[in-house]
């Protein structure tokens, strides 16, 4: 039916800047939500950036001023621009999105891109 795909993800020196793409694709009524998540080896996975339907962002206080997300909705794409990367940033991130379908309301999961920071 409907799923996230991300794309983006890399080896970056520290310092440096990364784009991360999440596309929903499918028959999708509306996506209010949208956001990214990262998840460390041993470590929960957490709230990075999250943007409603209208445009209200929220940050994590560790990437404030560094990490900038928006969302295109005619392509019902969530981006989020990553710059001065720091080795604490490596993770897997995961888009997540709350979308309205033909099968009701739910929260989709992608599979997560690897960002990898190094020193």
């Known amino acids: 039916q409907v799923q996230l795909v991300e794309s983006g993800g890399d080896l970056v020196q520290a310092g440096g800047s990364l784009r991360l793409s999440c596309a929903a694709s499918?028959?999708?009524?509306?996506?209010?939500?949208m956001g990214w998540y990262r998840q460390a080896p041993g470590k929960q996975r957490e709230l990075v950036a999250s943007i409603t339907s209208g445009g209200t962002t929220n940050y994590a206080d560790s990437v404030k001023g560094r990490f900038t997300i928006s969302r295109d909705n005619t392509k019902n794409t969530v981006y989020l621009q990553m710059n001065s990367l720091k080795p604490e940033d490596t993770a897997v991130y995961y888009c997540n999105a709350a979308v309205q379908a033909f099968s009701g309301n739910m929260q989709l999961w992608g599979r997560g891109t690897q960002v990898t920071v190094s020193s």
């Open positions: 499918g028959i999708i009524f509306s996506i209010n939500a």
